[in-house]
């Protein structure tokens, strides 16, 4: 049979548990009894107690906002700047540092990755966007393929303006494989909208495997590649990711390592 002194704390610890979930805060609720354990035994205050189980539920929900800026963003795999082995790369780590603080996207700035397949393109991109869910910005990864397929679909069910709107109120979005595939009129027109209404006003990291030079080869109308590079390079910060591929090079040895 219970005693009246933990019947008692077991109706305090109720009631507190309802009045968190009033007040929307599971971590107080999860955290508290521990909380006051540690301060009594360390002869806290009751202000830095408070501080201490405030503090707990801030923090908590900044990682789950992480969390769902992240899923939000829809990276085919999560990877890490951490992850990234700058020791292979040509690309500076402290460049690249300098962008994961966030200041391109304040300015608006486009991002541009330049090399070929396999050297990491996608995993800075993947990673710088990463860096900006950690910001609690909304992040918004695609293929430049799958982006054009979905306002194709989009312009040809009379819903286009609408599935720009959402594109627009994205703070940064990260366009993947530009130049891989080519791109019919129609399609090169409706991203060339997508990147133009950014320009200046929203910032964006695009990943290639194509020079300037060579964008004719994706999109067939001259002065519409003309007018995208434009917007693209116009205060722009054009990384070099090398012609060298990190997957060949880690099959290489692996095959090394076997024989």
Aim: net charge positive; aromatic share 6%.
């Amino acid at each position: 049979m219970n005693s009246p002194g933990s019947t008692l704390v077991d109706l305090h610890d109720q009631v507190i548990r309802q009045n968190c979930r009033t007040l929307k805060t599971p971590t107080i609720a999860a955290q508290y009894q521990r909380l006051a354990d540690a301060a009594a035994r360390e002869g806290h205050s009751h202000v830095r107690y408070l501080d201490a189980l405030l503090g707990a539920e801030i923090d908590e929900r900044g990682r789950k906002a992480v969390l769902r800026r992240v899923k939000e963003a829809r990276l085919p795999r999560l990877k890490t700047l951490q992850e990234f082995d700058f020791a292979q790369s040509p690309v500076s780590a402290a460049r690249i540092a300098d962008l994961a603080a966030g200041g391109y996207i304040a300015r608006a700035e486009p991002v541009l990755l330049i090399g070929e397949a396999g050297t990491g393109k996608t995993h800075l991109a993947s990673g710088l966007c990463v860096a900006a869910c950690e910001q609690c910005r909304r992040v918004r990864f695609t293929t430049a393929t799958a982006l054009v397929n979905e306002l194709v679909e989009a312009r040809a069910s009379n819903a286009l303006s609408r599935a720009l709107g959402r594109w627009e109120r994205i703070e940064l979005i990260g366009i993947d494989e530009l130049g891989y595939v080519p791109l019919a009129e129609i399609g090169a027109e409706l991203l060339f909208q997508v990147i133009a209404d950014r320009a200046e006003r929203a910032a964006v990291i695009v990943t290639t495997n194509l020079p300037f030079s060579e964008w004719g080869q994706v999109f067939p109308n001259p002065r519409l590649c003309q007018a995208l590079v434009d917007r693209l390079t116009d205060r722009a910060h054009i990384i070099e990711t090398g012609s060298e591929s990190f997957r060949f090079r880690r099959t290489l040895a692996g095959t090394r390592g076997i024989t």
